[in-house]
């Protein structure tokens, strides 16, 4: 089962489920392209959030992410293609993102070490099931 497949199993479960399943779906789709997780902290480091995005990759407490940040690192234009794709408003969408996003990179870094790019994608599966219920 691919990526794509195991996010679409996400949209399933409990009331909210869909908008984050399909939130979970975009990001995961943007992660998995090569270099995927290299243009998305270079974002972070270019609007000064490195540390942030560090935090979710570490052991330790993670930092929040506004949903202003959210639009900050992935632009305008995806968090609008990303929020019309989920059938919800650009503001929903940035505020549904700046929860998920610290959970599913903490998910990608179990042991605290940010994966290379052949890891990403068997992380990733990991996520099934987890913001269904």
């Known amino acids: 089962m691919g990526i794509l497949d195991q996010a679409k199993g996400m949209l399933g479960g409990g009331?909210?489920?869909?908008?984050?399943?399909?939130?979970?779906q975009q990001l995961t789709g943007l992660l998995s392209k090569p270099?995927?997780?290299?243009?998305?902290?270079?974002?972070?480091?270019?609007?000064?959030?490195?540390?942030?995005?560090?935090?979710?990759?570490?052991s330790g407490e993670n930092k929040p992410i506004s949903p202003s940040q959210v639009e900050q690192v992935l632009g305008r234009n995806k968090v609008d293609s990303m929020a019309q794709k989920?059938?919800?408003?650009?503001?929903?969408?940035?505020?549904e993102l700046s929860g998920i996003m610290p959970k599913i990179m903490d998910r990608l870094s179990p042991d605290g070490q940010v994966p290379d790019e052949g890891q990403i994608g068997s992380r990733l599966s990991s996520l099934k099931g987890m913001f269904g219920k």
């Open 86 to 95: 989920a059938g919800v408003s650009t503001a929903d969408a940035k505020s």
């Open 35 to 58: 270099g995927g997780l290299s243009n998305l902290t270079q974002s972070f480091q270019q609007q000064g959030l490195g540390d942030v995005l560090q935090s979710w990759f570490g």
């Open 15 to 24: 009331q909210g489920s869909g908008v984050q399943g399909v939130l979970v």
